[in-house]
């Protein structure tokens, strides 16, 4: 064929041990975050009359930081790591962090989350790209590819919920928590075994070998980089943790700091994006372009998306009729059960069209995909009418909703995974990999303010049914609102993008 690769079931066989590297990652990013929010709700800020603020608060820092650290993990593994050093530091950093997270005290809890901050930058924009350097440019089956990854993705985003929610409710939040552990050192060894076989060829090594050994202040570089990365844990859950101290007077003002920062590392990237593309040749210029542009109509999906660890989980928790199905933990599993259900179909049909000549332009696509998370958000918001009077929603609204949101997702994540690693000039791959996922970071950001609306201030523990029901859905009929509005104009502006 045409790459230098032992091929299985017609793809580099490289793809497979990422594919499982990644599942075990990811199924303990997922089983932690499906406890998240209940957990902060109902333990760290259990004694606040505004836990729903402040839970929605730190929420959407961990989000935003977690997605964060990509742009700096991408951008160290380019000049300095390699992709391999970084996988492998990246994912020991989280697993540490979800055995901390094991610990029963919120000192810990804060310190956890900031070992999973640092470690995802090291981890998740290098597993991604290394998917792309499996297959040559323009590679018709890189987007299967992406396919069949982000199908691993999911299965890890779909089990993990459902065991650790299980685990959780029956023996305790922290028990939930440290399975999540156990499966990111399953990821790892998965990715060490790959790397035994030799199935990556001299892929994802250091850009050479001078630069891990060149010395600053008397440390190799290739040793500064993971101590500079743990002396950054401990300041971050500092940041993190001085919500929890603020919180407890009443004040929210700590949350600013993140803010700040948060708004200082977007600037900075925009202002590198403009340096490189000034540098670069027009080509690459305009597909970098391409590239931020994509990266900010995602911005806007995930800001809906990313709700549901956060406000939907909350809404599930207390105005869906979840009895005899599910915990609102487990319902986090919905999205993942429907990305692996329609990830091939949709992939097909992707297919399909190329081959009638007719295959959407990414534009469009991402368009389409914004609409559907605009219905998906009205099927919730027109749920409030079929409440029983508990004030509790059928489930069938809530599994709707995720199915409409998840073909939404399909239209735009793994096609604008694959598309990146098209349109970055190999040279800062990962950096731009890690630009993509600052569509992420950044959608934490609405989600943070969104979920701040939607906080209900109460010192009733088990508040729920009709006295929270109208705020819920009438936010989603706004959110609705917005995302239909926001498709539309990607619709109708994206002739413009194409040419
Ligand atoms: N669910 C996907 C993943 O975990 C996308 C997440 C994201 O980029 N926000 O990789």
């Not at 909703?401 to 694959?418: A, D, K, Q």
């Amino acid at each position: 064929e045409y790459t230098d690769q032992e091929q299985m079931f017609g793809h580099p066989k490289g793809l497979f041990y990422l594919f499982f590297a990644e599942l075990w990652e990811r199924f303990s990013f997922y089983g932690m975050r499906a406890l998240l929010t209940l957990y902060m709700v109902n333990v760290i800020f259990e004694a606040l009359a505004e836990r729903d603020f402040a839970t929605a608060a730190v929420y959407a820092s961990y989000g935003s930081l977690v997605y964060a650290s990509t742009v700096i993990g991408g951008k160290i593994s380019d000049q300095i790591l390699g992709m391999r050093n970084s996988i492998f530091l990246g994912g020991i950093l989280m697993a540490l962090g979800h055995f901390v997270l094991a610990i029963e005290n919120n000192m810990a809890f804060f310190l956890a989350l900031s070992l999973i901050i640092v470690g995802n930058g090291f981890f998740k924009p290098n597993i991604s790209t290394f998917v792309g350097t499996l297959y040559e440019k323009g590679d018709p089956k890189k987007d299967s590819g992406f396919t069949i990854f982000y199908m691993g993705i999911n299965i890890g985003g779909w089990v993990a919920p459902l065991l650790c929610g299980w685990l959780a409710a029956k023996y305790g939040w922290h028990y939930g928590f440290g399975l999540a552990g156990i499966g990111m050192l399953t990821g790892l060894i998965f990715f060490w075994s790959g790397i035994k076989k030799n199935v990556f060829g001299n892929r994802g090594l250091p850009p050479n070998e001078e630069v891990m050994d060149k010395k600053i202040v008397g440390i190799p570089q290739g040793i500064l980089v993971p101590i500079l990365a743990v002396m950054a844990v401990p300041l971050i859950a500092f940041l993190l943790s001085s919500y929890e101290s603020v919180a407890t007077e009443g004040m929210f003002a700590g949350q600013n700091i993140v803010n700040v920062i948060f708004t200082g590392i977007g600037i900075t990237v925009l202002a590198y994006l403009a340096y490189i593309m000034y540098k670069a040749s027009l080509d690459e210029r305009k597909k970098l372009f391409v590239a931020v542009l994509l990266t900010f109509f995602m911005t806007i999906f995930w800001g809906f998306h990313e709700l549901s660890g956060s406000v939907i989980t909350l809404f599930a928790a207390r105005n869906i009729d979840l009895e005899g199905i599910m915990t609102a933990a487990q319902t986090n599993s919905l999205n993942s059960m429907f990305i692996i259900i329609l990830a091939i179909p949709i992939s097909m049909m992707w297919t399909w069209l190329s081959k009638k000549k007719s295959n959407p332009r990414t534009p469009y696509k991402f368009g389409l995909g914004l609409l559907f998370a605009g219905i998906s958000f009205y099927v919730l918001a027109i749920s409030g009418a079929s409440a029983n009077d508990n004030g509790l929603v059928p489930f069938a609204y809530l599994l709707l909703m995720y199915f409409l949101l998840s073909v939404g997702e399909l239209f735009m994540s793994p096609v604008g995974l694959s598309k990146m690693t098209d349109l970055a000039p190999l040279r800062f791959i990962a950096f731009i990999m890690g630009v993509w996922f600052l569509s992420s970071a950044f959608a934490f950001q609405i989600v943070g303010f969104i979920g701040k609306q939607l906080a209900i201030e109460s010192t009733d523990k088990n508040i729920g049914g009709l006295e929270t029901l109208g705020v819920y859905t009438d936010g989603f009929m706004l959110i609705a609102k917005y995302a239909l509005g926001a498709g539309l104009i990607v619709l109708v502006t994206s002739p413009l993008i194409k040419k």
